[in-house]
């Protein structure tokens, strides 16, 4: 993957035409000059699922291909949280990743799991007020109560305390299921840093999906 | 104006199908009780004006309608900032809403306004940035100081001395210039906080204008 | 207007006498290089009634009469927000104008809404208290929840919710209250940001006013 | 000392009219009822003097007296870190004493000190502009660079190195003064807390002096 | 994995001799009853390997053993980071988690990676400076530079930016390095949270390794 | 005592041995050159005390050495609030040392006051925990409250209010207990700042204490 330019574009008041936001966002996915490998068969077909399922690769993907085992390691902790069976939605699981990037300004997952918002409930608005300010969504209890756990371990994990799982509790949700919306939370912390310290730029396709 | 239910919806996991999330956005805009007054025939005629040229009227100005003077004196505020003529650029004045509104996180200006910067810009993503972190923007060194100028307003006000200012000169800003990027990011903190404080809700068209 | 210097003196320990603290506040109101337009008929009748009932006319009128379109938006707006019918009194009103500015650290609107609390309540101290610390005064339930509600709105914004709202309706504001409380609150956090901004200086006459 | 009702007063519109916010200051003085001690030779000796020289006791003294080793305690640091000879002016001292408090908020120290600056200083507006923004006030540079270092140290104090010192010394300070810096930027956070988590009510006399 | 019983212990002043605080640190690991399930040949072998090197299972494996997909993502991940070639040393992999998780106030992962600081540095003082504060260490330029990128991408991730990726490639920090740095911050700002949100406790071992 | 060399280091990977962190602690006490006064026959009294019953002068009193009025002034509040009779244990007094000290990330005292808390709970980990988050402790509600009371004055002291004295009553804390609480909390608050700026070092052999 090609290293970019620096990104200040040139100055002054006559820039216009300007350069598209999205230019360059599909081939210079990371600020960082990290050549992929040759992919492994495995991570090959991988690719090729995701070509055939969504159309294209998620640049996050090609992020990682410099390496094998980091691009396989993410691959296997991403699609267990996201995919497995679990008692949370997918949307919901989604909702999370929204709501936490949103406290993390983190513009390639916002863009990415915003659209994945818009898709899984149909709902185009739903994706905006995830990404915006969740506290001004209609939600269920349940919904919100979830979003709460997740932004404020988002935000002050050390004040997390048995209160707040019993919170969760009360409205039905198991120990197990707090498990997921903890390791849900905590896998977009570690997503929206990686994605912050690289400038890694969306799939330019995501802007419009599910509108 | 009708005054809408509590926003917390009835809870449960089989609560699908959901609600739209703009159910009720452009019926009731408030969570606050306040029928419109007669509209007097200046603001009959400007509201004519915004059906004729937008297609609708802005639920802002539906949400002052409970008083002619509140609503005129906001009319002709928002009108001078970001219609009138200015050293910033129409895209500029909008881009700048939107980046103190991310700061404030309000759902009703992010939608409003993020539609205004995607149509001037004829760039839909550009939108989505300032919307989800404007420091992920490419963009020209003048418009990331004027950005910066209005967001370090924003957040830490007790802060901003001359060095600020003299960055903006140095970049060719005027200083009518420094006081239209002020004017501007501190309407917006007040509407921000206008909005945030009622609840408002963005007019559902905005969602997908200029997508 | 005229542009001011640079505001750090000249150093070393010897700089006694020094300067009083007001020095060219009266003068160079801002440290922005605007010059005054001809005052229109009405705001020149406007700064002629403010001499006759004050004596002066407040620097902010003077700041903003560079341009007669943001001077009139800015004086409608004030006038109408500070002084026209309202359920909370003009004292509640500012109160609120100072907290909100203590909790902006805004030098101008401090001195010069401070005075108008020492005024209005007839209490110098009370003046105080709100530019030090509301929290410290001896309120009425309902003056502390009208202060709690403007500084929360102040401070984070997106966390106002209905339940905030709740709480004033139970303590007898009605929701054209509500209404003014956010209003004037977000007023004051435009205002204070423009002054901030442009280091407005308050009229010198404003620090020995009803002490 | 008497212990103090509770502080929120009787609720409702026609509480006019109001109570005066200093009404019971110099009775009392805390939340806390401690009954103060006979003073001892030394701390009666000490009372004397400052009923002659200040035409009261201040009340953080009367505060201390329900233990005489607290009261001399603190008696001992305050005049050797606010009254001893030392490279920074008694002003000086005042000054980071004024901005610190503000930084914390604390209603008993903004107006002890604040009259404190106003007297030292013979200019009533130096002692507002310390306690509201000391950053909006026309300094030298060394004592705009000996409040940053207070403030700092205030706001947060892990970050504080090397780097800061070097910055003082190049101003000129010593490393004498920067030790005295400190010792008053910490004494003031310890008063402001101790001041704070008691409700200590300053002298209602302070209010005026000096204005 | 037995549930624990809530953490608060009984009342009252006569509640010596205190529990000691490692009670029940390595029988009932988290504050979620999730039983484990049997371990996968992979799993138990590493686990046996854990026990042959180190004496025990570190808790988190033992946590994430109720579900062998989530524990072996979770292994290999870790792996990776941590063991694996890399152009960080690992002491200064495991000193970015320490100095991460001391901004998150992460008991277990302060615990367990304090403890491999002390030990990879034969130093138990360096293991505490990154504990408690890493800018009251005597660090290297790069030391330093690494951590404070870390630390920043923790705190306000949204702030990290091309001159922050420039300031470490101007040490010597090479692309892959600077993923390196990210990804491991990243991953520990997970872990921090999966901790903090299921209250997990360190082996007891760990207090006293390396000291 | 001799003034430190500025305290980064040597650059480069080969950077090994690397030099220990305790280095110079106990020589170079502060990054401030203040020679030592002779010290009165009182302080050489107490040093000679604290040799026979510690093994050797804590390292503050050497820092306040260079003044024997500073000196005495901070001894005598020391051991007023940490030693004299108090409705507090002295492990109750030190634990609130440490989690202030933890909440101002302060080296010193943290170290210092960590090897007290092990020493006098017998009880390693009880000092980690106040170091390292004291939530994370199994606490009784009477030290859980009162180490709230501490932090939350220490975090924000204008947001302390009669509320918050109320419920320390409630668990059976007397006015006097709470005075106490604050005076600790509000000494450690200066201290964490004296030794902050100061970068005061702490005497090497807490480091193993108590372990």
């Not at 699981?93 to 300004?105: K, L, T």
């Amino acid at each position: 993957m090609a290293k970019r330019k620096s990104k200040t574009a040139v100055d002054g008041r006559a820039s216009k035409p300007r350069t598209p936001a999205t230019a360059g966002d599909d081939t210079a996915i990371t600020a960082l000059g990290l050549p992929p490998e040759t992919l492994s068969p495995e991570m090959a077909a991988y690719f090729a699922k995701c070509e055939e399922k969504l159309g294209f690769v998620p640049n996050v993907l090609k992020a990682y291909a410099f390496d094998m085992n980091k691009l396989s390691a993410f691959v296997a902790m991403y699609n267990d949280l996201m995919l497995a069976p679990s008692g949370l939605s997918k949307l919901e699981r989604e909702m999370i990743a929204v709501a936490v990037s949103a406290h993390n300004r983190c513009y390639y997952c916002l863009v990415a799991h915003g659209a994945a918002v818009r898709q899984l409930s149909s709902d185009p608005a739903l994706g905006e007020l995830m990404a915006m300010n969740y506290r001004a969504a209609r939600l269920s209890r349940r919904e919100r109560a979830m979003l709460d756990f997740a932004v404020k371990l988002t935000a002050e994990p050390w004040q997390v305390e048995e209160e707040d799982r019993e919170g969760l509790r009360r409205l039905g949700f198991t120990d197990r299921d707090i498990w997921d919306i903890a390791a849900i939370a905590g896998f977009f912390n570690m997503s929206n840093r990686v994605a912050s310290a690289t400038d890694m730029r969306p799939n330019s396709v995501y802007h419009d999906q599910a509108r």
